[in-house]
């Protein structure tokens, strides 16, 4: 079986770490992933080769490989490649977002699934308007959260009315949902964290932003 042409990338480049500003210690977006670096030269590159893939654990995003019913087969590949259904795309970003498996919120990572929400609403989705006059979601959107699992199901319904933006509330309301569906173990983890901050550094801006104050009231004395 011939290998594909990627290495494990190290170091792991900014881009993938939190921000220095939200946490000293940078912990990467997917800590339990490995992440692979292309390396065919640039010049030999075909424009749809991927520079940079993830392969995560099961477990850090949700997806069960062995259920069937919720990833597809699309051609050319094999069959035992599969691809998650819209559906089990969506419940993976959800869970992602509002209880993720580190427990603590990560500025990149969420970004990146916000980016991926909001294409699959505004690309997949495309039946205007959203909410119709008298209130309800238009079908296709009422279909597709009817479609997702009980528990994620109000995150999206109200992501598609702009609704809420409060993520703790968001997340509780998730757990309370776990709890009546008999999921105790889920409901009761602990809510997510924010990120850890970074103090240290916030003291510096502040000392270099106060000394430049204390400078430029002395220069115009």
């Not at 990560?106 to 997949?124: A, G, P």
């Not at 009422?142 to 598609?160: C, G, M, T």
Request: hydrophobic share 35%; charged share 30%.
């Amino acid at each position: 079986m011939q290998s594909l042409p990627y290495k494990i990338c190290s170091p792991v480049p900014d881009r993938y770490l939190e921000r220095i500003f939200f946490d000293a210690t940078q912990p990467r977006t997917f800590p339990h992933s490995v992440l692979l670096e292309l390396t065919v030269p640039r010049d030999k590159r075909h424009m749809d080769d991927s520079e940079m893939v993830y392969v995560h654990p099961q477990s850090q995003v949700y997806l069960d490989v062995n259920d069937n019913s919720r990833s597809v087969s699309l051609p050319p590949f094999r069959d035992t490649i599969r691809f998650p259904t819209r559906t089990a795309f969506l419940d993976s970003m959800i869970e992602l977002y509002l209880d993720p498996p580190s427990g603590r919120m990560h500025t990149r990572r969420d970004t990146l699934l916000s980016v991926w929400m909001s294409y699959f609403l505004t690309y997949t989705l495309r039946n205007e308007p959203r909410v119709l006059p008298n209130g309800d979601l238009e079908q296709e959107h009422a279909d597709v959260v009817e479609s997702l699992k009980p528990e994620n199901r109000q995150y999206f319904y109200n992501y598609v009315r702009c609704g809420i933006q409060n993520r703790l509330l968001l997340a509780k309301g998730r757990k309370e949902v776990l709890e009546k569906l008999g999921r105790y173990e889920e409901a009761r983890r602990a809510l997510i964290l924010p990120t850890r901050g970074n103090p240290d550094l916030l003291a510096k801006r502040r000392a270099k932003r106060e000394f430049e104050k204390e400078r430029e009231l002395a220069d115009q004395k």
